[in-house]
């Protein structure tokens, strides 16, 4: 157990839909990052937010919206859902000036 | 641009040493990583390097050339429990991005 909580486990929607992942960083990590895992595209970076600002954004859709809240956790938004967006999301976790990235259990979303 | 390549499988014998390659091209490195993710679970950081030369953590290794954009991670005494895949992973400074490799998947048998 990474002490990083992701809620829900699983999620299935429809095309065209929106849907909101939740983080809990470990206690003490300011930063959260925020990954996307497909089979066909492997582990890609999404953004990343530090102690309520974002720091560095990868691959992420416009259609893609994350914050961090004053209490740390942090939210995914993914909107206008397609067949394509079905993977697995996971949330990292780090404290500051560390490299070592703490993982959750990870959200799989299923866009049917 | 960025790319990072990595062999797509490997395969070792338990209690054999098996080195994983990685090579990669970013227009501003900022550090190597490599992490472990077994089937169906989520990434688990192994190491960190900045600079040049050979980190030892128990019985993984990783080393950097930075000049030759080349790293390897070496796991020794292997065990069932390292079948897994592993990822090599970039920090470009330039992009503020986190680049993965496409991962090696490893078979450790009896």
């Known amino acids: 157990d990474s002490g990083v909580t992701q809620t829900p486990k699983h999620l299935i929607t429809a095309t065209g839909q929106r849907v909101t992942l939740r983080c809990s960083p470990r206690?003490?990590?300011?930063?959260v990052y925020w990954y996307q895992q497909s089979l066909d595209q492997g582990l890609q970076f999404l953004i990343q937010y530090y102690n309520g600002e974002e720091r560095a954004k990868g691959n992420i859709l416009e259609r893609f919206s994350a914050q961090q809240f004053p209490d740390l956790h942090s939210e995914l938004n993914l909107s206008s859902l397609e067949l394509g967006d079905s993977a697995l999301y996971f949330c990292a976790s780090s404290i500051p000036r560390d490299n070592e990235q703490f993982f959750g259990p990870g959200t799989r979303l299923t866009v049917l | 641009g960025q790319n990072i390549d990595q062999p797509t499988e490997m395969t070792a014998t338990e209690g054999a040493i098996v080195q994983i390659n990685c090579t990669y091209q970013?227009?501003?490195?900022?550090?190597l990583f490599w992490y472990q993710q077994h089937a169906g679970e989520a990434p688990t950081f192994l190491s960190y390097?900045?600079?040049?030369g050979l980190e030892e953590k128990g019985r993984f290794s990783s080393f950097l050339s930075r000049s030759k954009g080349y790293s390897y991670l070496l796991l020794k005494e292997l065990q069932m429990k390292d079948s897994a895949s592993y990822l090599c992973a970039v920090w470009d400074n330039y992009g503020q991005n986190f680049v993965f490799g496409p991962g090696t998947r490893l078979s450790v048998l009896p």
């Open positions: 206690s003490g990590d300011l930063s």
């Open positions: 970013t227009s501003g490195f900022n550090g």
């Open positions: 390097n900045v600079l040049d």
